[in-house]
């Protein structure tokens, strides 16, 4: 029943969210590196494109893109999810939900973002940016634009995923380029909104 209610809040309370865009990256980012004054620079640049943006409604990465949201007047959202050692919503959130089960908070990211801006993060973000890709590489969701933010942060994953998955036949050369790279926050907004006459503000929701 839980798990049933978790459903029904979320489909219920995203229902009328129009447009939107997920903010990934770490709880753990602090006010005074160049990272979180980056993402409030992404929330911004959301909202004037007529996007609302949504995160995980913590602390870090999170609260910076809800914030850059929030004050230039978009719709600034927040999954929050139950866990020992993290606070609740932050207080830029605008429309927030609190989750116990990460599998539930997930189908809510997929079903109401039409795309993901993936900054850097631990394990949490990872989980993310693996999980979007798998269900876009097997078509679960209809392909939507990925991008990383912070070329250094991620060069050494994506030389991984070159030289020994790729390498190795694990994935095709099409499932990179599933992912998109950005320096700039402006940069990072037009590419997770403008990939294609495919995506603009009236998009439906990507996931069946």
Known sequence: MRIQ???????GTLAELGPAIGVFGS????????????????????????????????????EAANRGATRAGGVSVGLGIELPFEQ??????????NFRYFFARKVMFLKYSQGFVVMPGGFGTFDEVF??????????VTSFPIVLYG?????????????AVLAGSFIGKADLDLLQIAD???EAVRLVTSPGPSLS????????
Not at 5 to 11: K, N, Q
Not at 88 to 97: A, E, F, H, Q
Not at 151 to 163: K, P, V, Y
Not at 201 to 208: F, G, L, N, V
């Open 131 to 140: 999980e979007a890709l798998t269900l876009v590489q097997t078509r679960k």
């Open 151 to 163: 070329r250094t942060f991620w060069d050494g994953m994506l030389g991984w995923l070159q030289e």
């Open 184 to 186: 700039d926050p402006d």
């Open 5 to 11: 209610s978790e459903f029904v809040e979320g489909f």
């Open 88 to 97: 609740s919503l932050n207080k830029y959130v605008t429309l927030g939900i």
């Open 27 to 62: 709880a753990r980012t602090p006010k005074t590196d160049p990272m979180y004054a980056a993402a409030v620079e992404i929330g911004r640049g959301l909202a004037e494109a007529g996007f609302a943006t949504i995160t995980g409604g913590g602390p870090g990465i999170m």
């Open 201 to 208: 503000p009236d998009t439906s929701a990507q996931m069946s």
